[in-house]
């Protein structure tokens, strides 16, 4: 079960990066390969600074009197499939509602609609997935608005050159803040499934061990680069300068630290991408995709059911055979959907090499026009 939590933590991590690092990359900031390195090892660090999200995602969601190790191991599969198939389709989702939908399916699949805490859910992490994008976009609206007024004197060129260095300071932000809300929620799953087997005390915080290796998964997950992704929020939302770029990255941030200090399962996917649409306000004459923005909205409405749907299914196979047979069961058929979906990507290869081309309308690459005969 450990493992299969890890395994979200590292789909989480490569397929949140563009959070902190699609705005630095489109502007040229900071290289691809450099941008999801020091993104990786921010993720690190953030993850011990605090611990008050993964109390909220080991104990106040659910009655863990009701959970079992089944129901954590089913919804861990539910958010790690709405995962991947979101990074397939290079749609900026949330693996946090991933992870919280996978787990409420899956609890009330074995227990019922009673073993939820309602209350928890709705103002831990409902309001705040509808409020956030639209805070963060007024936040980076004002500051992209602010940005380009102070810098009115200064030629394109020296703009451009001085807010890409402010950018990297801002990224780096937005990476740390990143660390203390999203490795907190894997940390919390596995609280409470060691709460749930009696290796810990209810209401216990998440021992080092666990700090350790959930840092290190989302760090490393977070190397590999969810170029799909990136090159969504970079690329298919708005076309972005610098100052958009910092103004982007500085309210993400802002936005993402304050509600880790009240223990709020934040997307950061929604303020990300809340804060890329504000910097399309708040420059004048820029264009913001609201076609782009409508179908990421779609999938946000799904998360939560569908990876429920998904976590429900899995307690149920598991529970039908019953015991550990069940669940090994649940996680061979993981791992091979994973596979096809990951064949099915190498169809449309997206990476470092081609994040960065002109939007197309679809998050693939066109392919460069062939050469001319002499």
């Known amino acids: 079960m450990v493992i299969t939590a890890l395994a979200f933590d590292f789909t989480n991590g490569f397929h949140d990066t563009g959070n902190a690092m699609a705005t630095s990359i489109a502007t040229g900031a900071l290289s691809p390969r450099v941008a999801v390195a020091v993104s990786g090892l921010l993720n690190f660090i953030g993850a011990f600074l605090s611990l008050a999200v993964a109390a909220t995602i080991a104990s106040g969601l659910v009655n863990t009197a009701d959970v079992t190790l089944t129901v954590v191991a089913a919804g861990l599969a539910g958010g790690i499939i709405w995962n991947l198939i979101t990074w397939l389709f290079g749609i900026p989702s949330s693996s946090s509602h991933a992870l919280i939908g996978g787990v409420i399916g899956a609890t009330i699949a074995a227990a019922g609609g009673s073993a939820v805490l309602w209350h928890g859910l709705t103002s831990k992490v409902i309001i705040p997935a509808a409020l956030s994008p639209v805070i963060a976009g007024l936040v980076a609206a004002a500051g992209t608005w602010t940005l380009y007024r102070i810098s009115r004197s200064l030629t394109q060129g020296a703009r451009g050159h001085g807010f890409r260095i402010g950018q990297i300071g801002s990224a780096c932000m937005v990476s740390l ?8 929620k894997t940390m919390g799953v596995i ?8 290796n810990l005390a209810k209401g216990s915080n998440a021992p080092v061990w666990v700090i350790v290796c959930c840092a290190l998964a989302i760090s490393i997950g977070t190397y590999i680069g969810g170029w799909r992704v990136i090159r969504t929020l970079g690329k298919g939302l708005v076309e972005i300068e610098a100052p958009q770029g910092m103004a982007a990255e500085s309210a993400s941030a802002a936005v993402i630290l304050l509600s880790s200090s009240f223990g709020y399962s934040l ?3 929604h303020v990300a ?3 890329i649409i504000g910097t399309g306000l708040g420059k004048k004459g820029a264009e913001v995709r609201w076609g782009v923005a409508g179908r990421m909205a779609t999938a946000w409405l799904f ?8 976590g429900a299914a899995a307690y149920g196979i598991a529970h039908a055979v019953n015991g550990s047979v069940g669940v090994i069961i649940v996680l061979i058929i993981l791992a091979a959907l994973a596979g096809l979906i990951y064949y099915r990507s190498r169809g449309s290869k997206v990476d470092h090499n081609n994040v960065n081309t002109e939007w197309a309308g679809t998050v693939t690459p066109a392919e460069p026009e062939p050469a001319a005969a002499a």
């Open 177 to 184: 803040a990143h660390g203390t809300n999203d490795a907190q």
């Open 267 to 269: 997307s950061t996917t």
């Open 191 to 198: 609280t409470l499934a060691l709460i749930v087997n009696g």
């Open 303 to 310: 998360t939560l059911p569908c990876s429920g749907l998904v």
């Open 273 to 275: 991408t809340g804060s």
